[in-house]
T-cell receptor, first 115, second 113 residues
Framework: NAGVTQTPKFQVLKTGQSMTLQCAQD?????MSWYRQDPGMGLRLIHY???????DQGEVPNGYNVSRSTTEDFPLRLLSAAPSQTSVYFC??????????????FGPGTRLTVL | TQLLEQSPQFLSIQEGENLTVYCNSS?????LQWYRQEPGEGPVLLVT?????EVKKLKRLTFQFGDARKDSSLHITAAQPGDTGLYLC?????????????FGKGTKLSVKP
């Protein structure tokens, strides 16, 4: 199993550009989530999904869109990048229900810089 | 408002020393988790504590959940350089969405040989 994979590993965008961060897991996990990690801020939840077709907002959803058409994939879309979105983005998955009940597995992260 | 306060923010110690990291809140949590993160990688779950007063041990690491489920501690005995990393506590507030995990800002530990 590859676990949780994220692409790209690094990305530089200009203000106003759009892009999609890819996340995939091959463990047949129901729950998937996206976090951003900023220096001195810990991890903050952006969006999460408890299963295919179901998504919900976390603590900092503004400026980001998600969809979950398959169990395996959970892409994060930035519609119009802003410098405030410069961060390291982590995708995570867990078998069922969410982090309260299950071990949550994190991907290696995508480091995004918006100029 | 930061729901989970971790202290200290930074800790630099010599190999063989003991240390304790704290995770405090004014809110009650359904559960608390501790993660360790190394540079350039995602966090890795160490433990989940669910019951007030619960104590869990993982080799030289001891985790405790406060009786009121508002705080937790991580104690490392005889620290080794391999323990170096960022330690994060995280939890789901009681009554909150089970999908919404709140993280503390982390404690950056450096263990020197």
């Amino acid at each position: 199993n590859a676990g949780v994979t994220q692409t790209p590993k690094f990305q530089v965008l200009k203000t106003g550009q759009s892009m999609t961060l890819q996340c995939a897991q091959d463990m047949n996990h129901e729950y998937m989530s996206w976090y951003r990690q900023d220096p001195g801020m810990g991890l903050r939840l952006i969006h999460y999904s408890v299963g295919a077709g179901i998504t919900d907002q976390g603590e900092v959803p503004n400026g980001y869109n998600v969809s979950r058409s398959t169990t395996e994939d959970f892409p994060l879309r930035l519609l119009s990048a802003a410098p405030s979105q410069t961060s390291v983005y982590f995708c995570a998955s867990s078998p069922t229900g969410g982090p309260y009940t299950d071990t949550q597995y994190f991907g290696p992260g995508t480091r995004l810089t918006v100029l | 408002t930061q729901l989970l306060e971790q202290s200290p923010q930074f800790l630099s110690i010599q190999e063989g020393e003991n240390l304790t990291v704290y995770c405090n809140s004014s809110s009650v949590f359904s559960s608390l988790q501790w993660y360790r993160q190394e540079p350039g990688e995602g966090p890795v779950l160490l433990v989940t504590v669910v019951t007030g007063g619960e104590v869990k041990k993982l080799k030289r690491l001891t985790f405790q959940f406060g009786d009121a489920r508002k705080d937790s501690s991580l104690h490392i005995t005889a620290a080794q350089p391999g323990d170096t990393g960022l330690y994060l506590c995280a939890g789901v507030p009681l009554g909150g969405s089970q999908g919404n995990l709140i993280f503390g800002k982390g404690t950056k530990l450096s263990v020197k040989p």
